[in-house]
């Protein structure tokens, strides 16, 4: 039976479209002066994703306007007469028998599919609709209508380059990423099911040739004809005529020679065998190494391969790329070079290189090291000798980092750290006074954190790569309570990164020292923007602005704080972590909260404020509440109160006679309105009962 389409009006069938419309009023127009004029046959054409079932809709909206009766399928034409508008899409996939009772229907038909009208005798007469690329202003007005925020030029040419013009397919991106989501790497990533259907139906017409080549075109991104032949494995002539047949299926481009956009080569990546990919890739970097093509162009299939190449001269080629991207101001791109340098063999001078940029992307560019990755240069630059004092770099990395519990655990080995790495663990461990013996700066600025005693002089004479010193000395002046100098000796003129970073969180204890609290605020907020909580800097720069709450009584500021950084539970073992759970022990006790308050002086050896806890939980003040509490419904606030009292879901569930599937949506409003995501960091928040 022919299933009859239920159209609305023209113009709720472009609204309903979701923007794959829009620009198109001159095809709408075409098409309706067409059907309007009693046309026998329309045919809207174009490729994958350019609207042509959108259109096939509005072509039904408009014979029903005509007093036609809109059928769509092939199956059951018996039941059709002349006031029936047959619809066909997808005209290509149609098969021999078919595409032969179509040619014998004499009344009229709109058809649509990706296919050269020329080359179908059974519409040499019909009014052609062609569907062209769209341009930029109809993919800003797209993410207009969608997100109703006004689109950027550089976000309006990254979409229409990516989808090549194709509404549906930008339609299809904007359905999985938001606006400030795109970028270059996020829509590489993207599976759209849409193309990936396309691909597999361009298979299976296709010959071996032309799907070598695509697939070829799809790794290499564009290429010239001799390194198409190269990565292909085929003879020129052989790779010609497999184009041309490419060509005439309008997957690809000349000039260069190029699939037809950039998110059908992405399909077709995606569509290939794991082992297909990397052969090719692995292919590329060879053949683009031996023309010497750019560094970043051959970077960029060896990133691409899963496994190592296992040739010498990958790790330099990927170390330069990372210098050039890092230059270029594309830090993440230069750190996946370094890591697929690090899976390469290589000479110690090399390793030493790739371990100074990495640990120069982790200081300067704030990108979070990996344990593994560190293990592994460790390992190597300690085999290799540490050739121009490579170590120190990691090291610094490890005293940066140091709120990362993996990263504080490596590196670790049968023959045990090395000096460095052993220097810093020994800072950064809160035991007595030990000796340091040696004469180099990080040496002097260790006897400084310990003594407290020529701090001055190590932070007025820094060395050019001043990460370890720096922070030691500045912490032995904490230790000293001569916070006061950091404001003096400020270095900050040719500090950069890390370096900056931890300068400002010592400059925070002067301000607090100097009564200068709205300072302490001022840097701690601007500090939580883009400092890491992993990182050393920011449990330091959070410890002086807890302290400073507490001084001035802004109790539920400080709570907020860290909860916006992630410090209310269990910190990491790092000696600035251990400054940190002294001031929030206090902290807690000025909220009311002795059990924690005890908890973190226990820990942080603070027996003063541990003796004022133990008091206190015999007296139990009543709690002071943050700012989240006034955001609560009674009705929650009740069940926290209860929560806070230790009684279960279940047990609060049967006290307001409700399911406890109600009580546990009642909390997780509770937690998406403080900023947690656990029971357990209620107290944390609000503070016991």
């Not at 079932?53 to 072509?59: D, E, H, R, W, Y």
């Not at 399928?73 to 009772?101: I, K, N, Q, Y």
């Not at 370094?338 to 120069?360: C, K």
């Not at 047990?651 to 029971?679: C, M």
């Amino acid at each position: 039976m022919v299933a009859p389409l239920r159209p609305g009006l023209v113009d709720t069938v472009v609204r309903q479209a979701g923007g794959v419309l829009v620009g198109r009023e001159r095809e709408i127009t075409a098409l309706t002066d067409a059907l309007s004029g009693g046309a026998r046959s329309c045919v809207v054409h174009g490729s994958t994703g350019m609207g042509k079932s959108a259109l096939l809709s509005v072509a039904s909206s408009i014979a029903v306007r005509s007093g036609m009766r809109p059928v769509r399928g092939l199956r059951a034409l018996s039941g059709a007469d002349r006031h029936t508008l047959l619809v066909v899409d997808d005209v290509e996939r149609l098969s021999a028998e078919e595409t032969e009772r179509l040619a014998r229907f004499r009344g009229a038909v709109v058809l649509a599919g990706d296919f050269d009208p020329e080359c179908l005798d059974l519409v040499a007469d019909a009014v052609r609709v062609p569907l062209r690329p769209v341009d930029a202003g109809v993919v800003a007005e797209m993410i207009r209508r969608r997100f109703d925020v006004e689109a950027s030029p550089e976000l309006t040419a990254l979409c229409l380059d990516h989808c090549g013009g194709a509404p549906g397919v930008l339609s299809d991106v904007l359905d999985l990423v938001d606006p400030g989501e795109v970028s270059a790497r996020s829509l590489r990533g993207l599976r759209l099911p849409r193309l990936l259907r396309a691909v597999r139906r361009y298979w299976q017409v296709l010959d071996g040739e032309a799907v070598a080549v695509a697939q070829a075109l799809a790794v290499l991104g564009s290429a010239p004809l001799d390194l198409l032949c190269e990565v292909a494995g085929m003879e020129s002539c052989d790779a010609l005529a497999a184009f041309e047949r490419l060509t005439d299926a309008r997957l690809v481009l000349n000039e260069p020679m190029r699939i037809h956009s950039p998110a059908l080569s992405h399909a077709i990546w995606h569509e290939m065998a794991p082992e297909s990919r990397e052969r090719l890739h692995r292919a590329a970097a060879e053949v683009m190494h031996r023309r010497s093509d750019p560094a970043t162009a051959v970077a960029e299939h060896l990133v691409a391969c899963p496994q190592p190449v296992g040739e010498q001269w990958v790790a330099p080629v990927l170390r330069t790329a990372a210098r050039l991207h890092r230059a270029a101001g594309r830090p993440e791109s230069a750190v996946r070079c370094l890591r697929a340098a690090l899976r390469e063999p290589m000479s110690g001078q090399v390793v030493a290189q790739v371990a100074i940029g990495m640990a120069d992307l982790h200081l300067r560019c704030g990108i979070p090291p990996r344990a593994d990755e560190l293990s592994r240069c460790w390992q190597r630059l300690t085999a290799a000798g540490n050739p121009d004092g490579a170590l120190d770099r990691l090291a610094a990395v490890v005293l940066d980092w140091q709120c990362d519990e993996d990263v504080l655990g490596v590196p670790a080995g049968d023959e045990g750290p090395p000096v460095s790495f052993r220097a810093l663990a020994m800072a950064m461990s809160p035991l007595s006074e030990r000796e340091v013996i040696g004469d180099s700066p990080v040496a002097a600025a260790l006897r400084a954190f310990w003594s407290g005693q020529g701090a001055e002089r190590v932070l007025g004479d820094l060395p050019e790569f001043a990460m370890p010193p720096l922070v030691l000395a500045g912490l032995g002046l904490l230790h000293g309570g001569s916070e006061h100098v950091l404001l003096d000796l400020a270095p900050g003129d040719r500090l950069v990164g890390a370096e900056n970073d931890w300068l400002v969180a010592l400059q925070m204890w002067a301000h607090r020292a100097n009564g200068d609290h709205a300072e302490v605020f001022r840097l701690m907020h601007e500090l939580a923007e883009h400092v890491s909580p992993a990182r050393g800097c920011a449990a330091l720069a959070a410890a002086a602005f807890v302290a400073s709450c507490v001084d001035t009584g802004r109790f539920c500021e400080a709570r907020e704080m860290l909860v916006r950084l992630g410090y209310t539970g269990t910190l990491s073992p790092a000696w600035v972590c251990t400054l940190l759970l002294r001031h929030r022990a206090r902290m807690h006790l000025a909220l009311g909260a002795p059990r924690a308050a005890l908890a973190d002086a226990e820990r942080a050896g603070a027996a003063e404020i541990a003796s004022v806890a133990r008091a206190a939980l015999t007296e139990r003040p009543a709690p002071v509440r943050g700012g989240a509490w006034g955001k609560l419904t009674p009705h929650e606030a009740r069940i926290v109160e209860l929560a806070l009292d230790g009684e279960t879901n279940r047990e609060i569930a049967l006290r307001f006679n409700v399911t406890q599937r109600t009580v546990e949506l009642h909390l997780t409003r509770v937690y998406r309105k403080a900023g947690i995501s656990r029971r357990v960091q209620l107290s944390s928040v609000f503070g016991p009962a």
